[in-house]
């Protein structure tokens, strides 16, 4: 089997070093579900995503998305940094209205492309959100989670778009860039909603984001998500179904990953149809091949 092409990049950012590492593995065919998944435990990264051709009609490409644990039915970052890659590569071209077509678990969804090179954003039009459960402004189970961050204006609310998130609105951004975690609150927050934790965001003044965000995963890991296009899509549609979208015209600008040593840049979009797109610009950092025989990654006993 020839090696496969491998890239690592970070996706919604401009440098290396400030998005959300991803990696991605071209020419995916004959990798079963152990390998895949044995991959991204090996390369370590938030999620590792395999491009395969399209089986549905009108996809550009298929995806399939794993987390080092196991594998994800959707995911903002992986959709808009493997799009990256696939059009660097030549292996699918926009159409007309600038849109590839990404097949995956989750269905085929949109990506919207604009621009070239360095300045080229990438958007994936999300699943579309759903309210699950819209809690006190004094819940208990979020003051556990993050103790001592006053709340803002909207009450706390659980939404789903592909992944589950908690939504908390913080009542100012250094209060929020300042917050520290009940980590065994967060997790039991999580496991207790079948939710991924807790998206904290705050409104902001700075010129070029109007939301400061920082999510905290409980399960099945805890970790500080360096920047999360699921979580920002929710939050993206919880806004607008109460009217509180920041910016002009449906788009704004998002800052995430600053306490965990990133700066990312999100842009999202809520489209005339109450759509949430979610992107930004990627940089690709590594371009090598993978030397992974297909088979290494099924379990010996």
Sequence with gaps: MPARRYFQL??????PGAGNPLAVVLDADGLGDDDMQAIARWTRLPETTFVLP?????????????????????????????????????????????????????????????????????????????????AAPGDARLAAALPGLAPGTLPPALVEGGRRWWL???????????????????????????SMGVCAFARSDDPVYYLAVRAFVGAPARFEDAASGAANAT???WLAERGALPGDGGFYRVSQGREVGHDAIIELTVDDAGDVW??????????????WDAGAGASRR
């Design 10 to 15: 970070d996706v919604f950012a401009d440098r």
């Design 54 to 134: 399209a089986t549905a009609p009108g996809a550009s490409y298929r995806l399939r998305i794993f987390s080092p644990r196991r594998e994800v039915p959707f995911a903002g970052h992986p959709s808009v940094g493997t799009a990256h890659v696939v059009l660097d590569a030549g292996l699918a071209t926009p159409d007309a209205d600038g849109l590839l077509v990404q097949e995956g678990i989750a269905g085929r969804l949109p990506l919207r492309v604009r621009g070239e090179g360095r300045g080229r954003t990438v958007a994936v039009r999300t699943p579309r959100s759903r309210v699950v459960e819209v």
């Design 168 to 194: 908390f609105e913080a009542g100012n951004e250094a209060g929020l860039r300042a917050a520290t975690p009940d980590w065994d609150a967060v997790e039991r927050l999580a496991e207790a909603t079948g």
């Design 235 to 237: 939050l993206a549609a």
């Design 278 to 291: 979610s992107g930004g610009r990627c940089r690709t950092v590594v371009r090598g091949e993978l030397d």
